[in-house]
C-alpha cells in the first residue's frame, strides 16, 4: 500500500458553516473521484490529521468513520485506513449560500438537507447580505460545484448582483427565495412572488382588520427586504380604503389604539411588543399585531401572534427536489395566513 506524503486532496475552509468532519470527508471522496487518491492508498492518521489542520481528534475520527459506514475507506489494525474503493455513487456536490441565519432560515437548511440525504454533499456559506464578501466567496468556489444555490438578498449593491451570478453556468444555478432581475438563461428557482404574497394574506385577514383604522408596516430604510412587499401592502391599503404608514423606526413611532403593526424584522417585534404592553394597550383589541415568518415562538407570545408567512419546509424541500431531478422549473412557494389572537 502506498502513502501520501502530503495531504493536497485535504481541504478545510475555516469561513465555511459546513461541518469540518464533513469537509475532510467531502475532500477524500473528491481526491478519490479525481485520481488523486486511488483503492490501497493508505490515508493520515487521525493524528496526523489533526496536529496538520489544527483540529480536534473527534472531528477527524467522525470524518473517517462517516466514510468507512458509505464504504469508502477501510482499516486495518497496526496499518490505519485506507482507501477501499473507487467505484463510489459520488453525491452531488452543492455550494449553498445563505445571505443570513434565522429561525426560518433553519427550517428551510434541514428541509434541503433532509431531502438531499446521501445524495448530495453541502459546503454551507453566510455572506452577511455583503455583496463583497459573497464575490470573493463565490469567486474562490468557481468550477468546483455541480450546483450552486443563492438565496440573494443584499443590502447594498444588489442591483449588482446579477453580473456576478450570470457567470455561474445556468445549469448549475438555483436560485432559492427570491427571483433576482437581471439573471438570465434557463435555472432553477424556488421563489416568493413578495408583492402578492402580502396583498392576498391581508386580504384574507381583512375581516380582522376592519376593526382597525390605520395600518402601519415597519420597514426599516436599510434593509434586504424586497420593495415589493411595500407595493403590495401598498396596493392593498388603497384597494380597502386604510390609512396607512411605512415606519422606518420603530423605536419613535407612535403607537396608538385602532392601528394595526406588520413587522419584518424579529428585533422589531420584541420592540414593539415592549412598547405596546408598556402602554398597557390590548392586543387583539386595542391594536393590532402581524408578524413576517412563521416561528413556533410565535404561537405563544402574546396568547399568539398572527403571522404571513411562506412555507420554508416546502422551499428548502422544493430547492433540493430541483436539483436531484435536474429541474430548470421556476416554482412559486405557498404563501400562509395564520390567524392568531394578535388580530
Given at each position: 500500500m502506498a502513502r501520501k506524503q502530503t495531504p493536497q486532496y485535504l481541504k478545510i475552509d475555516f469561513h465555511s458553516a459546513n461541518p469540518?468532519?464533513?469537509?475532510?470527508a467531502n475532500s477524500i471522496i473528491n481526491g478519490i473521484n479525481e485520481g488523486v487518491l486511488k483503492p490501497g492508498d493508505l490515508l493520515l492518521s487521525i493524528n496526523e490529521i489533526s496536529n496538520e489542520f489544527d483540529i480536534s481528534r473527534d472531528t477527524a475520527e467522525k470524518a473517517y468513520n462517516y466514510l468507512k459506514k458509505a464504504g469508502v475507506i477501510g482499516s486495518v489494525?497496526?496499518?490505519?485506513?485506507f482507501v477501499k474503493t473507487r467505484d463510489l455513487d459520488l453525491p452531488v456536490k452543492i455550494c449553498l449560500f445563505f445571505n443570513k441565519l434565522s429561525a426560518h432560515k433553519k427550517i428551510m437548511y434541514d428541509a434541503f438537507a433532509e431531502a438531499l440525504g446521501k445524495k448530495a454533499t453541502i459546503d454551507f456559506y453566510i455572506y452577511n447580505n455583503d455583496l463583497s464578501l459573497f464575490k470573493d466567496l463565490l469567486n474562490t468556489k468557481k468550477d468546483d460545484y455541480d450546483y450552486y444555490v443563492i438565496i440573494p438578498h443584499f443590502l447594498e449593491g444588489g442591483e449588482n448582483a446579477h453580473v456576478l451570478i450570470n457567470t455561474i453556468p445556468k445549469e448549475k444555478l438555483v436560485l432559492m427565495d427570491k427571483l433576482l432581475p437581471g439573471v438570465t438563461g434557463t435555472y432553477a428557482a424556488v421563489y416568493e412572488n413578495f408583492g402578492r404574497n402580502i396583498y392576498e394574506a391581508l386580504e384574507l385577514a381583512n375581516t380582522h382588520l376592519e376593526k382597525y383604522h390605520t395600518l402601519k408596516?415597519?420597514?426599516?430604510?436599510?434593509?434586504?427586504?424586497?420593495k415589493e412587499i411595500i407595493e403590495g401592502f401598498k396596493r392593498f391599503c388603497h384597494q380597502y380604503a386604510y390609512n396607512f404608514l411605512i415606519v422606518h423606526d420603530i423605536k419613535s413611532e407612535p403607537i396608538n389604539a385602532g392601528e394595526t403593526f406588520i413587522n419584518l424584522m424579529e428585533d422589531d417585534l420584541v420592540i414593539l411588543i415592549e412598547r405596546i404592553l408598556a402602554q398597557n394597550l390590548e392586543v387583539g383589541k386595542d391594536i393590532g399585531v402581524i408578524s413576517y415568518n412563521e416561528t413556533p415562538l410565535k404561537k405563544i407570545i402574546l396568547n399568539g401572534i398572527t403571522t404571513i408567512s411562506s412555507d420554508f419546509e416546502v422551499m428548502g424541500r422544493k430547492t433540493a427536489e430541483a436539483i436531484l431531478d435536474r429541474s430548470t422549473e421556476h416554482f412559486e412557494v405557498p404563501f400562509h395566513l395564520t390567524l392568531r389572537a394578535s388580530l
Open positions: 469540518k468532519y464533513l469537509q475532510l489494525r497496526g496499518k490505519g485506513y408596516i415597519i420597514f426599516p430604510a436599510y434593509t434586504y427586504y424586497p
